[in-house]
C-alpha cells in the first residue's frame, strides 16, 4: 500500500481490506462506500467486476464487517449498490449485530441504462445503517423547501422546510458538467454534499473504501471533515490526487 498524506486525512493506493485492518477499531464517524457491482463493468486496470457470485457476497462479508469495527458508536454507514446484489448486501448489514437499519434510499436519475427490450435502469439503492449508540443527524442542514408553501401556499406546510425524502432526484454526471472526471463511474457531489452534511459534523472522520473519483474526500475536505479514503486503481488514484490537490476549502454551516 502506498499512503498519501493531506492535512486533513489520507489517501492510500491499496487493496481495501488491508486498508481497513489498519483503521483503529471505533475511529470512523461516517463510512460511505460505493463498491463495484459486480455486473461486468469494465474499471480498467487491478479491477474484476464479474466474480461469481458466492465469491464477490463472501467479499462483500469481509469488508462490511471490517466497516462495522472501524466506526464509533452511533457511526453511520451509507452503501450505494444496484439492483442485482442490493438486497443480498441489505440482508449481510442487517446481520450485523451492531448496526440498525435506517432508510433503504433511491437514487433516481433521468439518465440511466438505455435499453430497448425492457425498461432502462434508472435508479441506484443507498443502504443507511448507523451503530448503535448516539448516531449524529443534522436535519437543519440538509431541509429542503415546503412543496405545500412554495407551490400550492398551503400554510400546514413547515417554514422552516422539509427532511428530504428516500427518494433523492440527482442527475448522473454527464460528461459536459465542471465536476466531471475520468472515472467510468462518478458519484455526484450533492449526493456526498447530503449525506455528510447531516450524518457528521466539522472535523469528524469520513472513510471510503472504494475512493474511486475521489467525490466522497473532496467533499469532505470541502466541509471541514477529515478523510481517510482507499482505492486500487493506480490510475485512480493518481486522478484522486489531483482532484484534491484542486480542492477549496468551503465550510458550510452545520
Sequence with gaps: MKIYRYKKGILVNGDCEKFLKKVKPGSVDLIFADPPFNIGYDYGDHYEDALPPAVYLRWTRRWIKSCEMALRSGGSIFVAIGDDYAASIFFRLNACKNLIFRNWIIWSYSFGTYCEKKFGRGHTHILYFIKKGKHTWNADAIRE?????????????????????????????CGTFRERTA????????????????????????????????????????????????????????????????????????
Design 145 to 173: 423547501p415546503s412543496a405545500r408553501i412554495a407551490i400550492y401556499n398551503d400554510k400546514r406546510g413547515n417554514p422552516k422546510g422539509r427532511v428530504p425524502s428516500d427518494v433523492w432526484n440527482v442527475p448522473r454526471i
Design 183 to 254: 472515472h467510468p463511474c462518478q458519484m455526484p457531489e450533492k449526493i456526498l454534499r447530503t449525506i455528510i452534511r447531516v450524518a457528521s459534523n466539522k472535523n469528524d472522520v469520513v472513510l471510503d473504501p472504494f475512493a474511486g473519483s475521489g467525490t466522497t474526500l473532496a467533499v469532505a475536505y470541502k466541509l471541514g471533515r477529515r478523510f481517510m479514503g482507499s482505492e486500487k486503481s493506480r490510475g485512480y488514484c493518481e486522478g484522486i490526487r489531483r482532484r484534491l490537490d484542486k480542492c477549496e476549502f468551503v465550510l458550510d454551516d452545520d
